[in-house]
């Protein structure tokens, strides 16, 4: 379905390739220190493919999906999952025949994985990636013995919910309604807990799932809620970007007052596998081509995605996903374009290589912050 392009990307008259800006290591560390094997990231060639279809693809299938099924999506090896009330084939995900825009994310999600994956010297398996990108990917998946599925969390895609489910599932918590402080560690068991064999047997036969959103949604919720509201995030990455980026700052900030560009000034001079979990790229948290996920659902569509989810592992038919809270207020989308509109063009052209492959892989359009779009 993706075309095959003959030459890779040409950057603007003066401005730096996409490629050489993705290899560029961050201001402030020596070339020679960084060691280590290089990054796993697709060819020039797949790079080309994507960020010229993602975006043509979403608006031209949803003509020609009308009348197509959408491709299965590799659920669990077992003779028949049983639902609530329905029973689903193996082979088959089961989405709502109606929902054409669903059908095409997740068909354009599931062939941009097969493409960009099977593209050589991409991981396959979560020990064909260096031991600190491992160690991230461990560390991230979630996992539930008891209805046999793994769920890798991503921060600020609702996955403080997720876990107060996976407590609920595991007898720790009577309700997903119980007005506790989330516990992000205790009474969770992840990956990275369990000894090689073990995580081998459950990589192959539990279901996988992660959550994403559009990934400067997330930044800008991340930024909103660390910088804004959590005095440790403030003490500790704050100040440092105050005194890095602000002329005149002095030697202690209290770091309540970053901006939005100089928090995108942070992330341009930081190294995407170092970064902190709550603005690390998605790829690099769950490594979606060293593990095959059953289903990628959407932040955008949380409630009916997380269900369906829970109907696919035969939760319990009381535990649902919980309502979101009255007084949260997400990132809006108008929300979004007045930062981004906000921002030095040439500093979003240096942030966005960082997450690129979370916007194609997942099927999310880059920002239109043309000079006319930000004037309408």
């Keep these: 379905m993706f075309p095959r392009p003959l030459t890779p990307l040409a950057a603007p008259n003066g401005a730096e390739p996409l490629g050489r800006a993705l290899r560029r290591p961050p201001l402030g560390r020596a070339r020679a220190g960084l060691g280590g094997p ?7 060639l797949m790079f080309a493919v994507i960020v010229a279809s993602s975006g043509l693809l979403l608006m031209i299938e949803r003509g020609i999906l009308a009348e197509m099924k959408p491709l299965p999506l590799h659920p669990p090896n077992r003779e028949g999952v049983a639902w609530r009330g329905t029973v689903l084939r193996p082979g088959r995900l089961s989405l709502d025949a109606g929902d054409s825009d669903l059908q095409v994310r ?15 010297g991409m991981p396959r398996d979560p020990w064909d990636l260096p031991v600190g990108q491992r160690r991230t990917l461990l560390r991230h998946i979630l996992v539930s013995d008891r209805y046999r ?69 997330r930044l800008l919720s991340a930024y909103r809620n660390k910088f804004g509201e959590i005095r440790e995030y403030q003490q500790r990455y704050g100040a440092e970007i105050v005194r890095r980026y602000r002329a005149g700052a002095g030697p202690s900030p209290a770091g309540d007052d970053v901006t939005f560009p100089e928090f995108l000034r942070y992330l341009v001079d930081e190294d995407p596998e170092r970064m902190n979990e709550h603005w690390m790229p998605v790829y690099h948290l769950c490594q979606p081509c060293a593990v095959r996920y059953d289903f990628v659902g959407s932040y955008e569509r949380l409630e009916a995605d997380a269900n369906q989810v829970l109907e696919w592992v035969q939760a ?49 359009p880059l920002p239109n912050v043309t000079r006319e779009a930000c004037h309408q």
């Design 38 to 44: 290089p990054l796993l990231l697709p060819s020039m």
């Design 106 to 120: 997740q068909d354009v999600r599931n062939r941009t994985l097969r493409a960009v994956c099977g593209q050589p």
């Design 149 to 217: 599925f793994l769920y890798c969390y991503v921060p600020k895609v609702a996955c403080s919910n997720w876990k107060r489910v996976l407590k609920v599932l595991a007898g720790v918590l009577d309700s997903v309604d119980v007005r506790l402080k989330m516990d992000h560690r205790n009474d969770l068991v992840f990956l990275a807990d369990l000894r090689p064999e073990e995580i081998r047997y459950r990589l192959q036969h539990y279901f996988k799932f992660l959550f994403v959103r559009d990934p400067l949604e």
């Design 316 to 364: 319990p038919p009381h535990v649902r996903f919980p309502a979101r809270q009255s007084w949260y207020r997400p990132a809006s989308p108008e929300s979004l374009h007045y930062h981004l509109c906000s921002a030095p063009r040439a500093l979003l052209q240096d942030v966005l290589p960082k997450y690129i492959l979370d916007f194609s892989l997942f099927a999310y």
